[in-house]
């Protein structure tokens, strides 16, 4: 039997007798794509670049999607911008105006949000700044075959995009606004009643003011009861965007839930304050004016929050919220985006040069071991096929 091995001389030589073989099925491949890459119908792309607003104030993050500022800022992230694009809000604002529906041609609402998606891209560019990446652009592109339709569509995303953002922060400062004020009218009548109940007791037992002694326990829970106030107003907003089964709502009212058993192991009666009092007061009688004191110094830090945040609140409800700063509008696009027809032929042309030159090998092997036990194998796989080309009403053309 001949040896397998060849050298180079003999690959050479071999491409070189098939060369016509090779040169056709290459030819036929690069002419036949050329042909698919003429039918295959041109789509065009339109770009917007689009600046996010600036965030301000002191935000709360609740995951990458949404943060919510209590102190006035916007109700929406930035990197909540891009999860807002791909809603279902913003897909029935846009299919209201271009019809959608009618113009990807699909049964349903379901399967034309898919067709959206896929004629939507969005590139972001990034800023790096102590290891938090923040976004400093958006570019947004839309794919269709009409080029007036592309340029449409990106504008309409960007103007409804805009419209849908304004119209979250300004029902999330409506809703933080009103929140405030009716917490603050509720603490205030609160607070007054407290005032009046440290008072009659003051007067009806003699007992000073004890502020001093009790100062660390109050500013304890003044802090404490300033980061519930946080914790509530983010919540409440939360509940007004989400639903219950939201992650991040369910996160916020975690968090709330464990502010307040810290607020109810601190009003639990405690040794360490009732030996804080004066030696003269009986026991019971500190521990309850220590109550009503911390009550009340609660009960003002609260106010002292409250009123804080309304009137910052009140300032943003009052301030225009800021938008989307268009750089570049989607333009109508004159040289289409796809197909690549010099890459579809380039790639047809290499895949076909490939797969030819393993059929040369293969036809080359054949003929190398032919007449030997290694063609055994080969002869029994022929007569199978033959034999499954028959049952499948194939006939064997007669030579």
């Known amino acids: ?177 009103h929140y405030l004020e009716e917490n603050l009218n509720e603490t205030r009548v609160t607070l007054a009643q407290a005032e009046d109940s440290l008072r009659k007791f003051q007067e009806k037992y003699g007992i000073a003011a004890i502020e001093a002694q009790v100062e660390g326990t109050v500013m304890s829970v003044m802090q404490l009861n300033e980061k519930i106030i946080n914790a509530k107003v983010t919540a409440d907003v939360l509940s007004k965007i989400f639903q219950p089964s939201h992650p991040e709502l369910k996160r916020a009212r975690l968090e709330l839930q464990e502010l307040l058993k810290q607020q109810q192991d601190l009003k639990q009666p405690n040794d360490d304050v009732a030996l804080m009092l004066p030696l003269e007061l009986a026991p019971e009688l500190g521990l309850v004016y220590t109550r009503l004191f911390r009550d009340v110094k609660t009960l003002e830090a609260i106010y002292a929050v409250l009123v804080q945040q309304y009137e910052q609140a009140k300032m943003q409800a009052m301030k225009d919220t800021p938008s989307f700063r268009v750089v570049d509008h989607g333009k109508v696009p004159i040289k289409k985006y796809k197909p690549k027809r010099a890459v579809i032929v380039v790639m047809a042309a290499i895949s076909a040069l490939f797969f030819a030159m393993i059929y040369v090998y293969i036809i080359d092997y054949i003929q190398l071991v032919k007449g030997t036990d290694d063609y055994r194998w080969i002869e029994e796989i022929e007569t199978k096929l033959k034999a499954d080309a028959q049952k499948l009403g194939f006939k064997q053309k007669k030579r």
Not at 39 to 68: C, D, H, N, W
Not at 87 to 115: C, F, I, P, Q, W
Request: aromatic share 8%.
């Open 1 to 177: 039997m001949t040896s397998s091995t060849k050298s180079l001389t003999d690959h050479i030589l071999l491409w070189f007798r098939n060369r016509w073989l090779i040169v056709r099925v290459v030819f036929i491949t690069a002419v036949l794509s050329v042909i698919v890459s003429l039918i295959i119908p041109k789509t065009y792309r339109s770009t917007a670049i689009v600046l996010p607003p600036a965030e301000a104030g002191s935000q709360f993050p609740f995951g990458a999607g949404l943060m919510l500022d209590v102190f006035g800022a916007n109700e929406v992230s930035t990197a909540a911008l891009v999860p807002l694009l791909k809603s279902r809000n913003l897909l029935d604002r846009v299919d209201a105006r271009l019809d959608l529906v009618g113009h990807y041609e699909k049964d349903d609402m379901e399967k034309t949000a898919k067709a959206f998606e896929e004629h939507l891209e969005i590139e972001l560019e990034t800023e790096e700044s102590f290891a938090m990446a923040t976004i400093v652009a958006i570019a947004l592109s839309a794919l269709d075959k009409d080029p007036q339709f592309a340029a449409d569509l990106v504008n309409v995303v960007v103007e409804e995009w805009n419209d849908l953002y304004v119209q979250i922060n300004r029902e999330g400062a409506r809703l933080r606004k």
